[in-house]
């Protein structure tokens, strides 16, 4: 981390934006991925689904 933010250009206040718009971008990417990677590896079992155990009764 301490590369990364010596390696950036600019003073400070500069590097501390540019990292702050970096960890947003990665947050961003992040979710699309797990949200793949979830139904990816979801192998459709019952953990999740809709389970008809009664006439009116459904969990």
């Not at 981390?1 to 961003?28: D, E, N, Q, S, T």
């Not at 949200?35 to 006439?55: H, M, N, P, Q, T």
Request: proline share 7%; no cysteine; charged share 20%.
């Amino acid at each position: 981390m301490k590369k990364l933010y010596r390696w950036l250009p600019g003073p400070a206040p500069i590097k501390i934006l540019i990292l702050l718009v970096m960890a947003a971008a990665v947050f961003v990417l992040l979710i699309p991925l797990f949200e793949w990677a979830g139904r990816f590896l979801d192998d459709g079992g019952v953990i999740g689904a809709l389970v008809d155990v009664g006439s009116d009764l459904r969990v």
